[in-house]
């Protein structure tokens, strides 16, 4: 028989967000991480982004998360909030694809939003755009 857990006077407990309210907190924070999966391993990395026009939109550089793009790939992207103070917080999760974005007026309008890489030692020219299947969120109280 195994041992009993052991009782903690902190109790959290989930709730279920939904979508209007996962929106509210994507567009509340400027970074979050993108999850693919690269030569069969999965990665996920730390990217700023922006919710827009019903997506997630960045800049990138050559590299891995371009190629994930260029292949339309399945992805999740996901932020969240934690305050230790009082074991509050939350996460969002987005699963969709991830596509580059190659259209001149698409690429045009996102230029105009004012989205620019947290990391400026090089221009990240490509935009990659996650168009959402699915966005499911929770609050931990």
Known sequence: MSPEPASSPIMNHSEVLDQARCVDLLESTPIGRIGFVDDGVPLVLPVNFAWFDDGIVFRTLEGKKLA????????????????????????????????????????????????VPWDR??????????DPDAITGRLLR
Do not use: M, N
């Not at 996901?78 to 694809?97: I, K, L, M």
């Open 68 to 115: 994930a793009a260029a292949a339309t790939q399945t992805v999740c992207f996901e932020v969240d909030h934690w305050d230790p103070a009082d074991h509050t917080g939350w996460s969002v999760v987005v699963t969709g694809t991830a596509r580059e974005v190659t259209q001149w007026a698409e690429y045009e309008e996102l230029e105009r939003i004012g989205l």
């Open 121 to 130: 030692d090089q221009w990240r020219p490509f935009w990659i755009r996650i």
